[in-house]
C-alpha cells in the first residue's frame, strides 16, 4: 500500500511563531505529516535557514514540497519576463533541495490570446531546459506543472499529463478544487476516479504512488477560479477527493490550501483514516 501524506500549504496557522521550523515542529504535534513551502511571492529562504529547515522535517518525520512564485509566465511574449519565471522556478526549486523538498509546482503560464495547440510546445520547450539545468546541477527535485483553476491559464490535465509523458523528471500536480472550478463545479466521486484512472493510464501506476496534490473549498464563476475558501464554506467535495484517493491506493503529498490551513488539513486526515480503516 502507498502512503500518502496529508499536511498545510504553509506554516499552520496555530504555530508559535511565523518560522518554518515552528511551523513543521506544529504538524508533527498535530499529527500531520507534510507542508508545503510557500515560496509564492518570492524565495527569501537561505541556504543555512534550508539546511536547519532539512533537519528539523527530518527529524519530526515531515515531508516537505515546495510552490514556486506565482509570478511566473513561460508563455510570455517579452522574453525578460521569461527570464525572470525561468529563475524563479529554478531558484525554488534549488532552495527546496536544499530543504529536503521532494517536489516544487508552478503555474506554468497563460494562454493570452493564443492557441493552446500553439502555446503547448513554447511551454514544452521551456521547461524541457529548466530540467536539463536542474539535470546538470546534479539535483533531482520533481518539477510539477500544476493543473490551473482559469481557463485563462495553460494547465488543463490533458496539458500537465502530455508534459510530464514527453519530458524526463516532469510530473503532475492535480490540483482538485481548480479542475473542480474549471469544470464549472459539481465534481463527483466518479469525476476524481476518473482523473486518477486517466494519470495511470498514461503515465503508470508508479506516478500515483508518488502524486503531488492540492485541494481546498473554492469560489468559482464563468472563467473558473476566483479564491480558496474552507471546505464548510465550498461546494467541494473533499470526502469525494479522499475515497477516489483511497480507492486508487494513491500515496504522495496532498497539501491543503484552506485559508484556515490546518483546520481542514485535520478533517483531510480523519477523513482518510476513516475510510482507510473502513
Given at each position: 500500500?502507498?502512503?500518502?501524506?496529508?499536511?498545510?500549504?504553509?506554516?499552520?496557522?496555530?504555530?508559535?511563531?511565523?518560522?518554518?521550523?515552528?511551523?513543521?515542529?506544529?504538524?508533527?504535534?498535530?499529527?500531520?505529516?507534510?507542508?508545503?513551502?510557500?515560496?509564492?511571492?518570492?524565495?527569501?529562504?537561505?541556504?543555512?535557514?534550508?539546511?536547519?529547515?532539512?533537519?528539523?522535517?527530518?527529524?519530526?518525520?515531515?515531508?516537505l514540497t515546495v510552490h514556486a512564485p506565482y509570478y511566473v509566465n513561460l508563455?510570455?511574449?517579452?522574453?525578460?519576463?521569461?527570464?525572470?519565471?525561468?529563475e524563479r522556478i529554478l531558484k525554488?526549486?534549488?532552495?527546496?533541495?536544499?530543504a529536503g523538498a521532494v517536489s516544487v509546482t508552478f503555474h506554468a503560464g497563460f494562454y493570452h490570446d493564443d492557441d493552446p495547440g500553439v502555446v503547448y510546445p513554447v511551454i514544452m520547450k521551456?521547461?524541457?531546459?529548466?530540467?536539463?539545468?536542474?539535470?546538470?546541477?546534479?539535483?533531482?527535485?520533481?518539477?510539477?506543472?500544476?493543473?490551473?483553476?482559469?481557463?485563462?491559464?495553460?494547465?488543463?490535465?490533458?496539458e500537465i499529463v502530455?508534459?510530464?509523458?514527453?519530458?524526463?523528471?516532469?510530473y503532475p500536480c492535480?490540483?482538485?478544487?481548480?479542475?473542480?472550478a474549471r469544470w464549472g463545479g459539481g465534481s463527483t466521486y466518479e469525476d476524481f476516479c476518473e482523473v486518477l484512472s486517466f494519470i495511470q493510464t498514461e503515465l503508470g501506476p508508479e506516478a500515483l504512488a508518488t502524486l503531488h496534490m492540492h485541494v481546498s473549498g473554492i469560489e468559482y464563476g464563468d472563467r473558473?477560479?476566483?479564491?480558496?475558501?474552507?471546505?464548510?464554506?465550498?461546494?467541494?467535495?473533499?470526502?469525494?477527493?479522499?475515497?477516489?484517493?483511497?480507492?486508487?491506493?494513491?500515496?504522495?503529498?496532498l497539501i491543503c490550501e484552506s485559508p484556515i490551513l490546518e483546520d481542514d488539513a485535520i478533517l483531510l486526515q480523519q477523513a482518510y483514516k476513516a475510510l482507510k480503516e473502513g
Open positions: 500500500m502507498n502512503t500518502l501524506r496529508i499536511g498545510t500549504a504553509g506554516i499552520p496557522k496555530s504555530a508559535t511563531k511565523r518560522s518554518t521550523q515552528e511551523g513543521i515542529k506544529r504538524l508533527a504535534a498535530l499529527d500531520l505529516d507534510c507542508m508545503e513551502l510557500e515560496f509564492v511571492r518570492s524565495v527569501q529562504m537561505g541556504e543555512k535557514t534550508a539546511d536547519a529547515v532539512k533537519a528539523t522535517a527530518a527529524d519530526k518525520g515531515i515531508a508563455n510570455s511574449r517579452e522574453s525578460d519576463k521569461v527570464k525572470a519565471s525561468e525554488a526549486a534549488r532552495i527546496g533541495a536544499a521551456r521547461l524541457k531546459s529548466l530540467r536539463t539545468t536542474l539535470d546538470d546541477e546534479g539535483l533531482s527535485i520533481h518539477l510539477r506543472p500544476e493543473t490551473t483553476g482559469s481557463v485563462s491559464q495553460f494547465g488543463t490535465l490533458v502530455g508534459l510530464s509523458q514527453e519530458i524526463s523528471g516532469v492535480v490540483d482538485f478544487s481548480h479542475l473542480h473558473g477560479e476566483k479564491k480558496h475558501l474552507p471546505f464548510e464554506e465550498s461546494d467541494m467535495d473533499y470526502w469525494a477527493v479522499i475515497r477516489a484517493l483511497v480507492d486508487f491506493d494513491v500515496g504522495g503529498w
